[in-house]
């Protein structure tokens, strides 16, 4: 079966084997920090994405020391 990938609806992960956890992160939980849209919160020690207050603007993506955040397409179809 044919997927269509829809842009608009890719979500934002962290992967937590690369993601050293908020106490640990050179940036201090910098993905935290830096997302405007408060997208990002703190869940036991690492970041936890809410992706319906997410738009999508990838600066978390860019800054994180780590590399542990990428986005990925959400399949349909
Ligand atoms: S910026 Fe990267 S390494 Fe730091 S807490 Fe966020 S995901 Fe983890
Ligand atoms: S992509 Fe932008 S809005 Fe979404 S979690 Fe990252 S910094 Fe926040």
Redo the contacts with the bound molecule.
């Keep these: 079966m044919q997927k269509i990938t829809f842009r608009g609806w890719s979500m934002?992960v962290i992967n937590r084997e690369k993601c050293s956890g908020v106490e640990n992160c050179a940036g201090k939980g910098l993905?935290i920090l830096?997302?405007?849209?408060?997208?990002?919160i703190e869940d036991n020690g690492f970041p936890l994405?809410?992706?319906d207050?997410?738009?999508?603007?990838?600066?978390?993506?860019s800054?994180c020391p780590n590399g542990a955040?990428s986005?990925v397409d959400t399949d349909v179809g």
């Design positions: 934002i993905c830096i997302c405007e849209k408060d997208a990002i994405v809410i992706n207050k997410c738009d999508n603007c990838r600066l978390c993506i800054n955040i986005e």
